[in-house]
């Protein structure tokens, strides 16, 4: 069986976000809870994925971006997958900002959610 990865985070502001990683990003509202437990979430990512992204709101404080250089990276190495996906975040109202580390601006693109957290759309390949 292939490992499944969810990677959770939480935030002050739920509907805040989706416009980043669901109109930017093109990622897909798989579901969203409220109340459990005093937690409200929401689950995006790609239905057949074996990842998905989960942001969960409660009474907790949900501080920002520790540092510049927290990142999610993205590996799309079509180039021309990696153009509309680059577009698709403009489209949306998010302009690249500088990586702190020059080695994502080689062949990538760094974009700031509204909480200072950064993705990454690397134009390369995962090859380990």
Not at 2 to 25: I, M
Not at 84 to 92: L, S
Not at 104 to 128: C, H, M
């Amino acid at each position: 069986m292939t490992p499944r990865l969810r990677v959770a985070r939480p935030t002050a502001d739920l509907d805040a976000l989706l416009p980043f990683y669901v109109e930017g990003l093109g990622l897909e509202v798989l579901t969203r809870f409220t109340g459990h437990d005093g937690f409200d979430g929401v689950m995006l990512g790609h239905a057949k994925a074996p990842w998905h992204l989960e942001f969960t709101r409660s009474d907790h404080p949900a501080p920002r971006a520790p540092s510049l250089d927290n990142l999610l990276v993205l590996y799309l190495p079509d180039r021309a997958e990696w153009q509309v996906a680059v577009a698709r975040m403009q489209a949306a109202g998010f302009a690249p900002v500088a990586a702190l580390n020059p080695y994502w601006d080689r062949q990538g693109a760094t974009f700031e959610d509204p909480e200072d957290w950064r993705v990454v759309l690397q134009n390369d390949s995962w090859d380990l």
